[in-house]
């Protein structure tokens, strides 16, 4: 991975913030891009602040990319919203909706198709698309982050089939509950709704899965940066879950 260039989106905490570290242990030239610049600064490592649902955020994170360290080479979409804010589907707000597809699936595919070109004109390149094990089983109010989620294994299996036969590979990881900022969100949300607190909210999560814990970022982000390595290039168009053996 010595000297690869590596665009990592939602890198300013969680999975993002820990899969960029691995990729620099590794020799990656790593650039990390989300909405917040403190917490970007905090990484340590080269940065841009943009707006990742929109195009032109999507734009400025891939050209700053390239001015600074070359052309990408390695891609992971790791930013997202999450459920927290949502509704049953017949209450669902559309603006809801529309956010969520906006930030979950809209810029997705904006970065790869920014940088995907590239990759196949150079005869190499990574992509690694985190999506949810609600990109496979649906959960109740969460008709938007479970279809956008859904939505983004299709897009990694897309471009999988798009850009395998020139080096390229595509794939998604799927993590159950992991302690993020994201999920602390929704726990206080779930929380206040049920009269409970969120570390009750927590044991129930962790009680999902056989070894009666949630995950940690690291651990997700170590899939993610085997996924990005010389090593997966057999791996292709796969939806990984990492969610400690749970069904859910």
């Not at 891009?33 to 955020?57: I, K, N």
């Not at 956010?99 to 198709?113: H, K, Q, S, V, Y």
């Not at 044991?203 to 899965?209: H, K, L, S, T, W």
Request: aromatic share 6%.
């Amino acid at each position: 991975m010595s000297g690869r260039v590596a665009l990592v989106t939602g890198g300013g905490r969680g999975i993002g913030r820990e899969a960029a570290l691995l990729l620099a242990a590794a020799g990656a030239r790593v650039m990390v891009t989300a909405r917040t610049a403190s917490e970007l600064q905090s990484v340590g490592l080269e940065y841009v602040a943009a707006d990742l649902g929109t195009a032109a955020g999507c734009a400025l994170a891939v050209a700053e990319t390239e001015r600074r360290l070359g052309p990408v080479d390695i891609l992971v979409v790791n930013h997202g919203i999450g459920s927290a804010h949502e509704r049953l589907v017949w209450e669902q707000d559309p603006e809801v909706w529309r956010e969520t597809m906006r930030i979950n699936l809209d810029g997705p595919f904006e970065l790869a198709r920014r940088t995907v070109g590239g990759m196949c004109q150079r005869g190499f390149g990574r992509l690694v698309f985190t999506s949810s094990t609600a990109g496979e089983k649906a959960e109740r109010s969460g008709s938007a982050y479970t279809a956008s989620k859904h939505g983004l294994i299709g897009l990694s299996r897309a471009v999988a089939q798009d850009a395998g036969p020139f080096g390229v590979t595509s794939n998604a990881v799927l993590p159950g509950w992991v302690r993020t900022a994201m999920a602390e969100r929704s726990a206080q949300t779930e929380a206040a709704r049920r009269g409970i607190t969120p570390e009750a909210v927590w044991r129930e999560r962790a009680a999902i899965y056989p070894q009666n814990r949630v995950l940690e970022p690291r651990e997700v982000a170590e899939v993610i940066a085997f996924l990005c390595s010389a090593a997966a290039g057999g791996v292709n168009g796969e939806a990984i879950t990492v969610a400690l053996g749970g069904i859910w």
